[in-house]
C-alpha cells in the first residue's frame, strides 16, 4: 500500500469541475491583513499573541464591540493601501467598498458573539492546519476501496470546543454559507465541511489531550445584503436583540447538542441559533428543512463522506480524467468552469452524468442503511 499526499479542496475540484471563488478583494483583503492585526490585537490584548491573520477577529470575542470595529477598520484601511497603493483609497467608489467590508465583518463578528452568548460552545482555534510540513495536526489518512492510502492536507477556518467537554464543532467562512445540502454531500460534491470533521475525530487528542467527538459543522455566511419584507412594521427593530441572528449558520449538527448550541430553544419554537425547531414533546422536529440529525444519522453521514473521499481519490490516482461533467436539478458546473474553451463539452452532442437529487431525510435514510436510491 502506497501513501499518496492530496489537497481536499483538490479532490471537490476533481469531481465538480468548478466551484464558486471569493472574490478578489475580499481574497486578498483577507490574505493582506496579517501582521497589521496581530499587531493591533496583540496591543489590545495585552501583548498575549494572536492568530495567524485577520480571521482571528471573526472567531473570538475580543473585547467591547468598539475595539473590535476599531481594529476592523484599521486594518481594512491598511489593507486597501497595500491592495493597490493608494489607489484604493482614491476614489470615492473604492473607499465606499471598503466601508462596505468594514460594515459586513462588523455585522457578522456581532452574529458570532450573540450565537456564542446563547450557547456553551466556544472557538478554541482558528486557521487550524493539517498535514504538510507545517500542519499542527497530522493529515488524514483515508484507505481506498483500491487498498491505497491517501493523506489529505487542509486547514479548518475555526474549531470550537465545549469548555470540561470532549464536543467539538468545525465553522467554515464562506461568501454566500448557503446550506449543506446532503445529496450534494452523498454524490461527492459538497466533501469539504464535514472531512473536517473527519480530521478532527481522528486527531484532535493531540490538540486537546483527550479525544473529541464531532458535535457539528457549520457554514458561516459573510456576505450581508438587505432582506425583504412585506410591510415595514414587520422588519426587525434594530435594538431587537435577535437583530444579530438574523442570519444563522447553516450545516448539520447532532440533536443531542441542541441546548449547547442555543440554551434559550424551548418546545414548540424555532432556535434563534441555529436552523432547527422543537415540537411539543421536545424533540426536534421538521428533519427535512432544518440541519438536526440524530447521533446514529450523523455518524453514518460522516463514515459516507469517508468512502466517497477514498472513491474520487481511487478515480484520480487511476488517471481518468474523461470530461463528464454533473447535472443536479438544472445545475452543471459548465457555466464558470475555468477549461470550458479546452474541453469543448457540447451538450447538444455530449451528455451529462445525470445525478438523482433527494431530499435531507431520505439522504440520511440511505447512509444509515448502507444502501443506495
Known sequence: MSDHGADVEGLRDFYEASYAEESELFAR????????????????????????????????????????NDLIHTVAQDVGRQLRGEIMLSTARNRYLLSRIEQTLEEVTAGQEAAARRGRFAPAFAELSFGGPYGKLPGLTIDTPSHRSV?????????????????????????????????RVYHGLALQLLTYLLV??????????????????????????????????????????PIDLRVKP???????????????????????????????DGSCGYKGRNDNATTTEFAAI????????????????????????????????????????????????????????????????IVTEGGKP
Not at 448539520?252 to 442555543?262: A, G, H, K, R, V
Not at 477514498?310 to 438544472?330: R, S, W
Not at 458546473?333 to 455530449?350: H, K
Open 151 to 183: 493523506i489529505l492536507q487542509g486547514k479548518i477556518d475555526r474549531v470550537d470546543l465545549i469548555a470540561g467537554e470532549a464536543a467539538f464543532a468545525v465553522i467554515d467562512y464562506k461568501l454566500h454559507g448557503n446550506r449543506l445540502p446532503l445529496d
Open 302 to 365: 460522516i463514515q459516507h463522506v469517508r468512502q466517497r473521499v477514498g472513491e474520487l481519490a481511487d478515480l484520480i490516482l487511476d488517471g481518468q480524467i474523461e470530461v463528464d461533467p454533473y447535472h443536479i436539478q438544472g445545475i452543471t458546473p459548465c457555466p464558470t468552469c475555468e477549461f470550458r474553451s479546452l474541453c469543448r463539452f457540447d451538450p447538444a452532442i455530449n451528455r451529462y452524468k445525470y445525478l438523482q437529487p433527494m431530499g435531507r431525510e431520505k439522504v440520511l435514510q
Open 29 to 68: 483583503w483577507r490574505a493582506l491583513g496579517g501582521a497589521e492585526c496581530q499587531q493591533l490585537l496583540r496591543q489590545a490584548r495585552g501583548a498575549q499573541g494572536g492568530a495567524p491573520d485577520l480571521v482571528y477577529v471573526l472567531h473570538h470575542r475580543i473585547g467591547a464591540a468598539k475595539i473590535r
Open 200 to 241: 478532527l475525530q481522528e486527531n484532535g487528542e493531540k490538540l486537546t489531550g483527550k479525544k473529541i467527538t464531532p458535535a457539528a459543522a457549520f457554514y458561516v455566511k459573510l456576505l450581508r445584503q438587505l432582506e425583504e419584507v412585506k410591510h415595514p412594521d414587520d422588519a426587525a427593530a434594530p435594538d431587537q436583540p
Open 250 to 280: 447553516r450545516g448539520i449538527f447532532q440533536e443531542n447538542y441542541l441546548p449547547s448550541l442555543d440554551f434559550n430553544c424551548v418546545p414548540t419554537k424555532a432556535s434563534d441559533v441555529v436552523k432547527a425547531h422543537l415540537v411539543k
